[in-house]
């Protein structure tokens, strides 16, 4: 959803060092984790498979990624041609949003915009126990829409986490506007990567 419809001011990198401050300062996690090669939720999914937080340590932790998406999220505008896109591809495609934001945020903005009704199903984080990327949220769509193998499926987003997660699901991945180079480092190896949305007609 960040990036690829809405053109969001999330300061992921903030958030990461937030939630690494926070783990660490409740020991979960050490000092001098390569942050590098880490996001929020990766950092996350560290903490909780150490089995060292209890439900009202997790409901603190959810909410240092939530203060950032709130100010992020604020003010955030369609990126170019989406509402058109939607509107072309609706009733051929089923269109799905996966995002690592909660579905409350993500239903609020999409719905700010008027394209929520476009969507068939929002997928954030309170429905999977681990965040892109790791794949459960695609395995959600896929069990919901069981009749639809998942290389009949286009991934799309910016960032590795999204190509990781797609193609650990096993469906295909179009990166928008992402880090060609970030993605190669991280073995995320998209089938296309594409500047304008509307040129995702000619992979479907």
């Given at each position: 959803m960040d990036n690829t419809l809405l053109r969001s001011r999330i300061d992921f990198e903030a958030m990461k060092q937030d939630v690494y401050q926070f783990l660490v300062s409740h020991g979960i996690l050490v000092e001098g984790v390569e942050l590098n090669r880490h996001t929020a939720s990766t950092l996350i999914e560290a903490g909780v498979k150490t089995n060292r937080m209890n439900e009202s340590l997790m409901k603190e932790l959810w909410d240092v990624p939530k203060k950032h998406e709130v100010i992020g999220m604020k003010d955030a505008e369609l990126e170019p041609g989406v509402k058109e896109l939607l509107?072309?591809?609706?009733?051929?495609?089923?269109?799905?949003?996966?995002?690592?934001?909660?579905?409350?945020?993500?239903?609020?903005?999409?719905?700010?915009?008027?394209?929520?009704?476009?969507?068939?199903?929002?997928?954030?984080?309170?429905?999977?126990?681990?965040?892109?990327?790791?794949?459960?949220?695609?395995?959600?769509?896929?069990?919901?829409?069981?009749?639809?193998?998942?290389?009949?499926?286009?991934?799309?987003?910016?960032?590795?986490?999204?190509?990781?997660?797609?193609?650990?699901?096993?469906?295909?991945?179009?990166?928008?506007?992402?880090?060609?180079?970030?993605?190669?480092?991280?073995?995320?190896?998209?089938?296309?990567?594409?500047?304008?949305?509307?040129?995702?007609?000619?992979?479907?």
């Open positions: 509107k072309e591809w609706q009733g051929l495609y089923h269109l799905v949003v996966v995002t690592n934001n909660s579905i409350e945020a993500a239903e609020a903005a999409l719905r700010g915009h008027d394209v929520l009704r476009f969507f068939e199903q929002v997928v954030g984080r309170e429905q999977v126990r681990f965040l892109k990327p790791a794949p459960d949220a695609f395995f959600h769509v896929l069990h919901h829409f069981g009749e639809v193998s998942p290389g009949e499926w286009i991934s799309v987003g910016d960032s590795w986490m999204d190509g990781r997660a797609s193609a650990l699901a096993g469906i295909p991945f179009i990166a928008y506007g992402g880090d060609e180079a970030k993605m190669n480092e991280m073995e995320v190896f998209p089938r296309a990567f594409i500047r304008d949305l509307r040129d995702l007609n000619a992979y479907l």
